[in-house]
């Protein structure tokens, strides 16, 4: 059993792994960039990944590509408000991928159910007091910088041991400002200030995040070190739309591990990678977790009696 954060457990069947299916509403994102940078086409693509099976649709108006400079906060709030207020009309579970709190506000205004913060609140100090007043769920992940410095920030003494300190501190952060533990999600950040080598670790070890008792959201979808891993013998990475085979694979792990979710640009071949993992999990399967330990570290009340 994995639990969901406050406003999104009706969605999935508590066991499976959740597909969020990402809609970028921008010119330049790595994977997908421009594809969709239309309101009506992006809408239309939401539409589409629905129909494929996401769970949650993640809109986003600002590109977080290594070395993206920032977008206007107007022109954030142009992109990204007609799609998240269409999507929900269409009864979608919107989440809005933003880093200011002016944009997650307007966000949840127009019918998002979830606040997805890549800097996990240290971009702007008014994301936790209007987290704290909304209510509304959020996904702190692990960051160390904008986009045009994250590559930099690559150093860690143990990545995982690093990383989950950091997002410990983020909780602490939370706390304090009012947010309640049933709003959080937290997410390893993979690809930010993780240049390479350091996700692998990530992944390997994700059930220590797990264990720590939050709804966990990993995004490895199309990025970098996939590519990197999947270069023919000249060493040019793969390009992005060559690495969904490898991200479904990394689904799979990941909801073996007891992800809460998964934020991918393929959705199609996600839904049918999570289910698989459920399958084999229903079958015995395990991989260094227990996934029906509850948010305090305690096994959730029958949980162990419906695997
Ligand atoms: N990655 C990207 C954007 N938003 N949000 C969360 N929570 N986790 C991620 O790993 C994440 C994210 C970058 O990918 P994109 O440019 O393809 O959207």
Do not use: C
Not at 115 to 141: F, I, K, Q, R
Not at 227 to 232: I, Q, V
Not at 254 to 272: K, L, N, P
Request: glycine content about 12%; charged content about 20%.
């Amino acid at each position: 059993m994995v639990t969901g954060p406050v406003g999104l457990t009706h969605l999935g069947d508590g066991e499976r792994t959740l597909v969020m299916g990402v809609v970028n509403v921008t010119p330049d994102s790595f994977s997908d960039g421009g594809r969709w940078f239309e309101p009506t086409a992006a809408v239309a693509h939401g539409r589409a990944l629905m129909n494929e099976g996401a769970d949650i649709l993640d809109v986003g108006g600002e590109s977080t590509r290594p070395g993206a400079l920032r977008v206007p906060v107007e022109e954030e709030l142009r992109r990204v408000i007609p799609v998240v207020t269409a999507l929900a009309r269409a009864g979608a579970a919107v989440s809005v991928d933003t880093t200011r709190a002016l944009v997650a506000g307007r966000a949840l205004d127009a019918g998002a159910l979830l606040v997805n913060d890549v800097s996990g609140g240290l971009a702007d100090g008014g994301m936790y007091p209007l987290v704290a007043a909304s209510g509304a769920a959020y996904v702190a992940m692990h960051w160390r910088g904008h986009a045009d410095v994250m590559d930099a920030n690559d150093v860690y003494d143990d990545v995982v041991t690093d990383v989950r300190r950091e997002l410990a501190d983020r909780v602490a952060a939370l706390r304090a400002a009012g947010v309640r533990d049933e709003q959080v999600v937290l997410d390893p950040g993979l690809g930010f200030a993780k240049a390479g080598a350091s996700n692998w670790p990530l992944l390997a070890r994700l059930p220590e995040l797990v264990h720590d008792g939050f709804p966990v959201l990993v995004g490895a979808s199309r990025k970098r070190f996939l590519g990197h891993l999947l270069a023919p013998a000249d060493d040019t990475p793969a390009p992005p739309l060559a690495r969904d085979g490898a991200t479904h694979a990394v689904s799979v792990l990941v909801a073996a591990a007891g992800a809460w979710a998964v934020r991918v640009h393929d959705v199609r071949g996600t839904a049918d990678a999570v289910r698989v993992a459920t399958a084999w999990h229903r079958a015995g399967g395990r991989i260094g977790t227990d996934r029906t330990v509850g948010r305090d570290g305690a096994p959730a009340a029958g949980g162990a009696a419906s695997d």
